[in-house]
């Protein structure tokens, strides 16, 4: 997708095929699982598909001769005895612009390898982006906390698996349960990554935007 | 590995229930001994295991192939519509058809 095309519900574009942009979707989808550079379009024209237009379709083939030209890519998974658990977070607050959701992104690393990455709007509205990046780091600790259960029956144990946050507000706002007046509306459920923190099994760290893989995702 | 007509290998003999019962949905399996694992992923008719043992994985095999009919594919090649090269610095994960 051109970075300054947006994607938006239309009612002046002629419809398209549902059944068959739906189809489009499935297959993208399950191609996600060893192209997750792709994940961000597939994801976002996904939205679409209660009423796909022709401006909809068009942006999908695109994704498709951006296929056609890079069938070569996949994931390589090195041989490594690096077993250490690292989880990326970043959010887009408020790319949705008809109901003004953020979208979270979250990707995992067993030492140098990727093994899992994720893309999802949000369910609430945020009013910033400290709050947006603070909830996407509450998706990506669920899923390192999984990840380190399946890990420990491998007698492989981990404590302050590191998530890296480009948002140096929202570290602040999981190492201090402090409720000011921007932030005590959040929601209970996102405030389980605290916990975790105390407990010295997670830890939250700043990193740059350059290096923060999740990047791609939002 | 692939299980031949792997819906005619059961005797059924219980009252068939259209939801399965609990604990029937581990697909994964896995087994220690010592310091070698044994990680057997069963998909349907298609069972992909590997071992940090070699002695483990032809034991499995055979263990396998003895109570079902069911033949021995080799190294993992394709996985559902996942393809998948063995180099030796590592595994190159693709779905290139």
């Known amino acids: 997708m051109h970075p300054t095309c947006t994607l938006s519900k239309e009612d002046t574009g002629s419809k398209v095929d549902q059944k068959l942009y739906r189809g489009i979707i499935g297959s993208l989808l399950y191609l996600t699982a060893s192209r997750p550079d792709i994940l961000f379009n597939v994801c976002l024209c996904a939205r679409f598909q209660s009423d796909p237009r022709e401006s909809h379709l068009t942006v999908v083939k695109r994704i498709f001769r951006f296929l056609k030209g890079t069938t070569n890519l996949g994931l390589l998974y090195r041989k490594s005895l690096d077993y250490k658990l690292v989880g990326f977070c970043d959010a887009d607050y408020a790319c949705d612009k008809i109901e003004r959701k953020s979208t979270s992104g979250n990707c995992q690393f067993l030492g140098k390898n990727l093994i899992s990455w994720a893309r999802k709007r949000q369910a609430t509205i945020d009013i910033s982006t400290t709050e947006v990046e603070y909830i996407s780091a509450a998706s990506c600790c669920t899923q390192l906390l999984w990840m380190n259960h399946q890990l420990e029956d491998y007698q492989i144990n981990a404590n302050n698996i590191p998530i890296y946050c480009d948002n140096a507000a929202a570290i602040c706002l999981s190492k201090n349960p402090i409720l000011h007046s921007r932030a005590k509306h959040i929601e209970i459920k996102h405030h389980f990554i605290r916990d975790y923190f105390k407990k010295g099994i997670l830890d939250i760290q700043f990193i740059d935007t350059e290096h923060q893989w999740a990047d791609i995702f939002t | ?97």
């Open chain 2, 1 to 97: 590995m692939d299980v031949n007509s792997a819906f005619l290998n059961r005797v059924i003999s219980e009252e068939v229930f259209v939801k399965q019962p609990p604990g029937f949905d581990t697909t994964l399996f896995r087994r220690t001994l010592e310091k070698d694992i044994l990680v057997v992923q069963i998909y349907v008719n298609d069972i992909i295991f590997g071992s940090t043992n070699a002695s483990l994985c032809k034991e499995f095999s055979k263990l396998m192939q003895n109570e079902f009919e069911m033949s021995m594919m080799g190294e993992l090649k394709f996985f559902l519509g996942i393809k998948i090269n063995h180099f030796k610095v590592g595994v190159y994960v693709h779905q290139t058809k």
